[in-house]
């Protein structure tokens, strides 16, 4: 539903801290890796929590994240 509500509805708030990526990006810089303490540790982000899930899915280690080389 969060990740509806950041997407498509262009919800600036919405946090998907059950998503996988996310909470292995918050494990990687030292943030609490479980939903409820997440989300909780998140709440001083609000308003813009989906800017921070943008930000956090960025520093993951994926070939999404990688400018294509020709």
Known sequence: ???IAMRALGDPDAFVASDLGIR???RDL???EAPKPLTDHARA???WRA???Q???ATGDHAINKIPVE
Do not use: F, I
């Open 24 to 26: 292995y990006a918050a």
């Open 30 to 32: 030292g943030l609490p």
């Open 45 to 47: 982000w609000r308003p």
């Open 55 to 57: 930000y956090l899915w």
């Open 51 to 53: 800017y921070a899930v």
């Open 1 to 3: 539903m969060e990740s």
